[in-house]
């Protein structure tokens, strides 16, 4: 049997979505190894958030927001169980009560992917997560990011602390791990600590889009401009659920209106065909404060957009 | 007292919104009868469900958000209560624990209507309704359809059965109750079982509009779209509340991010004052899924937007 | 490795509560087997209630819940995991919208438990369950029955079905499955069908303890009379969670005030040691109308308690 | 047709349970008529209350959850509905911006049933409510009084303002009212506003039973008390459902820990049968604040324990 | 220290967003006061209300929902703190139970501030509110309106009351507080109690865009129009939420489908910078119909909205 | 003005129970200062938990439901506020993403308050707190504890932590800070990690009362045994909310079923007057789990228990 169907997802139609146990788009739960091509991995982190918290329990309820999910995307049509092996590979170790020992774990099991040539998409876990799954990922060669969020995350520290949800974008940078000229920020607003928030990352010589700026250009535009900078190199593409408008993401950490549609980030997702996408996370769902679901719905709808984009370039590398 | 009067829906300067026993819009709750021009009925099917159910309670969770509903149409001007004899019919025969019981009921009560000449306006239950409805109502003659929807409902069968909520589309046209020359499917979106999902329709002559070509097109353009193939004909409208974003509508049993606003239905509603409605229903509510009631209050208000384009379509018809 | 560590439940010191995939009490997710001893079994299988429905989704709400379950009982000390191989053997197949193909897979499912010599605990799902379940178990000696309920589930039909939520005790005995001389109805309360919607059971023989009567005679004696009627033959042991009372359980289909907490509960199943658990189900959890998780947390309890009783039997009868 | 098949509540056999216009208990909506001898009345008045708001809304949220309940008493064996004739007689006029007209509007709709001999049984409302009601219905002659629940309502005045949902016992009393020899006030608990809170009702006359002298005496002698103190004259019931304990109770307008399960109240009101019962209200179900339901369900479950026992007394008075 | 500093906001570095005592934005709760610009003030009143209720707790919800509001405006880069001194000064002194009693004590409340020269920000209570706040402020000179709401509240009378919910705009204009000529009502929509529900406001000479309107024209054309016709004189803004679509705002009163983004509301608050903004108000939030809080969360940035661009006006007339 | 009226809470009569700033029990927000007797203290920490989290946002919570809690005691009559100066001096510092140097913040404030002889009752936070607190406290004597709780927190480590909320027991025994002879664990209960998790403290000399051993012996015997144990030095209460059924506290992040009713911890901390009571917490309430607010509520009413048995020992020791 080929590693694509020894992985492949349930069909509905003997077990009902409703029925058995939940992982990431109903694919095997299966430890690391070299015949997978794309994983999902839970990243169950959440020491970095300086207001409200929640986002361990992520994992769990996008797995099971995901029983909902179908095989083939409707807009490009692929199917990408044909065209690779995906699988659960269930949680990145983290110690709850130990915010550096976690971030250590999580650096050591994106390693064993990246070893492996797995090409991860996590689902968080708070925004400190980027910190070390680029230190795992990016560790040879700096990668080109697509950062959708309405917060910059290039703060230098948050009450003393250097690595949170707030600092992920200015660690990466710093530490090379991050390639500003291939780099994007999109969907930025809401009210800052100081004038200068934004500032650090147009100084580095990334993209950044508020989303006053978005609205002002247009979508076309915006993803003409992401698929311009993202380039032809490798890609991690990280999705803060707090980038959309908490009307239809409530169950997160730091709400803030006024944001994108579902719509919005799904299409600029899927203008990611053909970009090399090594990584991914869809971070800072917070089940708790999310009582109708949607938040979770949203993430898990997100987790198939970047599968479907992830499974062709991994086929493309073939 | 003519009829209009006698089924005239409560004053609300007189018994306030909050008061006395729900039903439909405040309509009186009767018997059909053959003075009753257009009669709203409750549907409370929901065994034909392949992921979360619920929709048995979407009839009492409507009447009860329809309360807030007033008597004039904000953008036509229209009170339907003055053009015609609008009642609630309280709710179709269902056996909660037999499908095909309730199927059987739910044709004969919607085939008395017919047969009353009146044009009912139903609140289901899950979108296996229109297969008993149409069965009834368009059992001389095949209707035009506008099927407002994330979903196409042209499987040919789900986990061995024909009859659900996923088939109404296929069926109807099998059994040559719906014209496809007449017929618009819009909005349809969300991840597929198989590639082919939507070909049915198309390769069976209906107009398939897809969220994707909504948007590229326009409402304008859409709209004119649907006037122009629905035609002069008689016409029912079927509205599962999935194919609304689920930020508005949190409460359905399949809900598929990425989907219309309320305001983008209501317009859509709303040209169709001049097509001679013949039935509507409104699906796919659950409240069980609902905690802030949006669901249901969108349900209500899209009951009134098709009421008024029914009794504009009684009006002239007389 | 023998078989109790083969399938021993993860460790929280290892793997926290809240990450990775859920299985009930943590246990393995494992395919029936023979080197199993006890099995829990999901039956998302809700086509059998007339009033609010939902179970379907029960075992996966109860399974999330079930994280936070300890290894060790804190009354009687009993680890169950050291005394014989626990695992979690997925759901019995169900069709979402066929009730008889579901009541046959159903019953299937659990004969081929029977054959293996897996003693099984199930998670409805209605309390339709049982009488699949004991087509199965009891196929060639009646069993004792602990029935913990508020309901007598003794009805000959409702809407004209004969297998449904409300009829199990009935077509157990009518069939010969149940022994009523061994046989306990506890909890027994709200309002009635008719007068004599308990006199079935009573006239079978069986002994029916109704909640006045569990006030009247105090908490030990009506464990002392459990203890004398089920003996030392099989017993099979099902908890309606609409006997406790719906402070404790709210997410459940037919919610009946005034009923036992779930200390009592406790205390009467933590009283089964040393009888001969055959089987057990703890049915009609209803997650949807379970905002703050509390009835799937309880059911989750119930099933370790009920797992350590049999874990017992198995430990006594190897 | 006897009146009282006229009015038989809809049978769940041929309309679900879920179906169908909600009214109470599922009894006929009619006008107060001669022929009636019990009628339940909405009172969707809260314009009475000095903390949160809300009840304005029980009327219909206890119409839907009364939707569980059977004809028949679980431990008295009786069917109210073959002893009289029950009907739902609507909702009480209120203006829901103005206090006073509402008062007004309540006293004339409970002098009209007075006028027609028929037995109210009311739902609030906040606790301001008995105040017209006993205007109405105690005008001739002062009634005996059960109230249960966990403040005494005999302050003077609250904010200024004389009659509130604090006020209903003084004012009863103060205008001769309620009898307070064969007045019961028991439940009292929670924070006072000064230490002498309690006193007024102790010094009028009034047998005050608080929390801890319930738990002290035991629910057996209490219920002997109150039999004792309402003796053999008419008497009114008043149901505050914040004397039950939040855990059952949770959407009212002033919780108190520490109170009645459900299954107390439904004891003490089983004791009633015997009395002459001539009036009964349950208030301040506040159902935004109650999101499982479970407090109007409890509510509905009272109004079928009032009516078992006030039909005993109609059945006992022809 | 300076007016500005001694009521400088709390720094969220020093205290974690999530801890101590809620105030407005986290300004300082201080009595009024001649050294301070600007006062936010709660209005608990919601006694002018005929559907839902609950907007009494909206100022405590909000309070809590302004934690997570920063110091500096995104877009314009306005610090309000550095420009001017703003204070919580707790709410204005309301009856909850005395309608009347209640208007008179935020009358006398407002007129406090006027007297002090301080701009207040008032936070609901239901939109009865700006009559007695316009009856402070504007009682010496009529002010221009920006009313944004789904209703016009333009009625005479509901339910027989002069002074609610509904009302505001015609006692404003009828005594003389609002000048027509720079009024702009805009997103009114909604069924209507009869066709000439609006037909007051556009004969008074106010501006009048529909949200039928708003779309017809687009947003540029829309701030535009605000901004011609609010001119140069003072302005007063009122902000019902029910202006916002439910899917952002769910917690309110009376919402209506088919509304404005925060966004939208968003981007025309920020055209009112260079406004002589003397007050303003942000009206109809219900916390109990808000299990997301996005509804206070809303309202909360609407207020941070407000204040930059009143601190701007402030600045301007030093 | 004397301390005790310059601190006095808020009027309900002039300042609604819903309207300002809450504070605990609507005491004055103070800075620690010699002439307060009692303080309350936020301690929002939740870095400790293993399972879920969330009670960072329990102070604000508390401070919100306490507005429901009067002035006087119903069972004593004591009205603390006659007794001593009673003040919300804030939240105690913490670092929402550093764990060691919240728990340096917490210690420093504690020693000041016992520096300025206040006594703190402090709201949690998780069940860390009582570690920090008791290294201030109990510094230079060793305190007695009543501990009600689920858990024994005596655990040596949790995922390799040494100070989390299931080790303040065997923390404070092995620092000196708890006298194990005058210390009492209560309501003891829940599945546990090994056979021995309650042997640490039995062993230590603590007296252990399981909550089977609560239920054999009965209250009055269990709150006698306290009282003899506690004897006269200085005690220390903590009580965490998941030692009390989650049917009335679901909002906490380990709950466990089968616990006390609110009624027995009342009755319980009521035994209390005449103990040295030194400080309390109420820990471990997390509001996010707590849609209908009864843990919050719960726990401020317990703060009031608290408060009054501490306030007579003030009076006792001037």
Redesign the interface.
């Known amino acids: 049997m080929a590693p694509r169907d020894r992985y492949a997802p349930v069909d ?12 990431f788009l109903r694919t095997v ?1 299966a430890e690391p190894a070299a015949d997978i091509d794309i994983g999902f991995v ?1 990243v ?1 982190f ?9 986002p ?2 992520a ?2 309820a996008v ?2 927001a995901s ?9 490009s ?1 692929v ?1 990408p169980y044909d065209l690779c092996a995906v699988a ?1 590979l ?2 990145a ?7 550096d ?1 976690s971030l250590a774990g999580i650096e050591a099991f994106f390693a064993r992917l990246r070893d492996l040539a797995i090409r991860p998409i996590a689902i968080g876990g708070d925004h400190t997560i980027p910190t070390p799954i680029l230190r795992a990922l990016a560790k040879d060669r700096a990668v080109g990011i697509l950062q959708i969020d309405s917060h910059p995350d290039t703060l230098d520290q ?4 250097k690595v ?1 949800h707030a600092t992920f974008m200015r660690r990466g940078l710093e530490e090379g791990l991050i390639d500003p000229a291939r780099t994007v920020q999109i969907g ?8 200068d ?1 934004l500032s650090y990352g147009v100084e580095a010589g990334c993209t950044v889009i ?3 700026d978005y ?1 002002a250009m247009g979508r076309t535009a915006a993803i003409e401009a992401i698929g311009r900078v993202l380039g032809d190199g490798p890609v991690y593409v990280t999705l803060d659920v707090d980038g959309i ?4 993401c ?2 997160t950490a ?2 803030e ?3 994108f ?3 919005d980030v ?1 299409v600029i997702l899927r203008s990611l065909a053909g970009k090399d996408i090594v990584g991914a996370d869809v971070s800072e769902v917070a089940p ?7 938040t979770a ?2 993430a898990a ?1 997100m987790l ?1 957009e970047l599968l479907c984009v992830t499974a062709l370039a991994v086929d493309r590398n073939r």
């Open positions: 509905a139609a003997v077990v009902p979505r409703f029925a058995d146990v939940a992982t739960r839970g169950p959440d020491l970095g958030l300086n207001y409200r918290t929640g361990r329990e994992p769990a797995r099971e029983r909902v999910i179908r095989r083939v995307h409707p807009t049509g199917c659960d269930g949680d170790p983290v110690n709850p009560m130990d915010k020992a948050l009450c003393g602390t949170n930025l607003r809401g009210s800052r600590f100081s004038a928030d508020t989303y006053d609205e408008d908490p009307a239809f409530p169950g730091v709400p209106i006024g944001g549609t579902p719509r799904q708790c404060y999310d009582p109708t679901g949607i719905l949203t709808n198939f």
